[in-house]
């Protein structure tokens, strides 16, 4: 599931095994979403995609829990294969 709009993702999340969000241009927006819906039971694997004007943000989301960060331009193959070996673990 890719939620390019938090509020989206907040009316029709549902349990998964892995989730990808692409932060939106205001990064700050989208880490307190992502800190609001974390909790250390969570069993998801959180992966997210920002531009490179938001990487300065990468050790904030990671100290919210997302496992995997890709800042700029991503191939498909790239995002599958990374979901796939998290999805391994």
Known sequence: MVFPNPQV???TARPANLVVIDLPD?????????SRISSPMRT???VVLCSV???DMEWSL???GVE???VGELTT???????????EK
């Open 9 to 11: 993702a907040t009316k």
């Open 26 to 34: 205001d990064a700050a927006d989208g880490l307190q979403w992502l």
């Open 44 to 46: 998801s694997a959180v």
């Open 53 to 55: 004007e938001a990487a």
């Open 62 to 64: 990671r100290d919210a």
């Open 68 to 70: 995997q960060v890709f």
């Open 77 to 87: 193959e790239r995002l599958a294969r990374s979901c796939r070996g998290l999805l």
